[in-house]
């Protein structure tokens, strides 16, 4: 079992993987500027030997070795605690490779089926467990005519299919979009998009290829231009991870490394596997958003001197009441958590989802409050070359004053948080993916109404109005 550096981990991406971005073919990642800041972001989750984060990067694994907690398989209900802890510390490769616990979850019911995928999934996850390889999680496809199924789109590949299978494996076709810090990492992990039925066999696939094979094709597209000040854009330079279209353009997948070929049943089982894990690490992410848009609002209405205002008071309330709200969630899904037939943790899906409904349902809504705090100053402040300018430095001073304990330059950062945030290059991609990662709305609503007992609550209003 081996540990990597954060040298080695920028070495391994020097694999001849074939990337793309703004047009460019790119060779080697490791020395383009647009990769520079993301492989930085990503190399810091290779840093073990920080007393402040070795607790929660590591555990120790069933031979007494250490590994990245990532790949720690919950047991109780303090190792999903733990697990739960690793977002705050965490970059896009590392969260993204989550896919390994949705697949760990679905094991028993794919052994049931077809022992030979079970196998394979657990061979993949030792694999990547033990060389300290990060996953992407590969589920969404092109789709094409919604409205249509896999096999009657104008293009067939307009899904990603099987288009052969052979002694020695099958051979892939079509396209995954949306797939953060592809570029990234080590394994592209496909999942089916959503459940098949018969005559779909051939786009009831999932399986596992390193980056780097032969036929694999990734469009990179960021949201954040090389070069940003962190004074100017302090989410941005710290959060930029580029999103992946991947194409796979008839790549063969040897037998041991499928995980699903043609099995319809089981297509489903993965997308849902794959649609709870991708909501619990949103539903972190949304949860830390909330608390810190608390303490952005309450900095704002301090130094600006309307904290005493009622109405900002009432605002403020709203944006609590939406952090507690998502807190709580997570605690519920964590306390209740369910336990899988191999005897794997994890969290309670309804209240996963009703949690992430929340967090998308309510997120305009927070930032409007927020602007509405902030002012204008959000998207019109100077930029940090402005103030470093000899010229325009004491006019900065002077107007952007407001009281003495508040220093001008630190009002400038707290404003260009919300900009970033809420405004500018991350709070464009937060907007999006708060609604679409892990499934739009609609799919949260779906799995809570499966959930709850309607007819139960019938019954009780039937007793509470006396009908018999």
Not at 31 to 57: G, L
Not at 255 to 280: F, H, I, K, M, Q
Request: net charge negative; aromatic share 8%.
């Amino acid at each position: 079992m081996t540990l990597k550096t954060p040298a080695q981990y920028r070495e391994s991406l020097r694999d001849g993987r074939e990337t793309y971005i703004n047009g460019e073919h790119v060779p080697d990642i490791t020395v383009h500027p647009w990769f520079q800041q993301p492989i930085e972001v990503c190399s810091q989750d290779y840093v073990y030997d920080d007393p402040a984060t070795r607790h929660i990067r590591l555990y120790e694994t069933e031979s007494g070795a250490e590994a990245h907690r990532i790949f720690q398989v919950p047991r109780t209900e303090q190792d999903l605690e733990a697990w739960m802890e690793l977002p705050e510390i965490s970059g896009p490769s590392t969260m993204v490779t989550q896919v390994l616990m949705a697949l760990w979850n679905v094991k028993g019911a794919v052994s049931a089926i077809k022992p030979e995928y079970a196998e394979n999934i657990e061979r993949l996850y030792r694999y990547c467990r033990d060389n300290d390889l990060r996953a992407a999680e590969v589920i969404t496809d092109a789709k094409g005519d919604r409205s249509r199924r896999p096999v009657d789109q104008d293009d067939p590949d307009l899904y990603l299919r099987i288009i052969d299978r052979n002694k020695d494996g099958i051979v892939v076709r079509g396209a995954k979009l949306h797939i953060t810090a592809a570029s990234m990492v080590h394994e592209l992990v496909v999942m089916p998009t959503k459940a098949m039925s018969a005559g779909e066999e051939d786009y009831a696939v999932s399986f596992s290829v390193p980056v780097n094979t032969k036929g694999v094709k990734i469009i990179n597209r960021a949201w954040a231009e090389p070069g940003r000040s962190s004074f100017d854009y302090p989410m941005s330079v710290h959060k930029n991870a580029p999103e992946g279209f991947v194409i796979f353009d008839d790549v063969f997948v040897p037998w041991d490394r499928v995980l699903l070929a043609g099995e319809t049943p089981l297509a489903g089982v993965y997308a849902n596997s794959l649609g709870l894990w991708e909501r619990v690490g949103g539903l972190l992410e949304f949860a830390a958003r909330a608390r810190r848009m608390v303490g952005m609002a309450a900095l704002l209405a301090e130094w600006n001197g309307i904290a005493g205002a009622s109405h900002i008071q009432e605002k403020i309330a709203e944006l609590v009441f939406n952090a507690e709200i998502l807190r709580m969630s997570l605690e519920n899904a964590r306390h209740n958590y369910r336990t899988s037939d191999t005897g794997m943790v994890y969290p309670d899906p309804v209240a996963i989802n009703v949690g992430k409904f929340y967090a998308a349902s309510t997120f305009n809504n927070m930032v409007r409050i927020l602007h509405d705090i902030a002012g204008g100053l959000v998207i019109t402040l100077p930029t940090e070359a402005d103030y470093r300018n000899e010229e325009l430095h004491p006019y900065l001073e002077k107007y952007l004053h407001t009281r003495p304990e508040v220093k001008v330059q630190d009002r400038m950062r707290l404003y260009n948080l919300v900009r970033d945030c809420t405004a500018d290059a991350y709070g464009g991609w937060e907007l999006v993916t708060t609604v679409q990662a892990g499934g739009g709305i609609a799919a949260q609503r779906i799995v809570v109404m499966r959930s709850f007992d309607i007819e139960a609550a019938k019954r009780e209003a039937k007793a509470a109005a006396g009908i018999i």
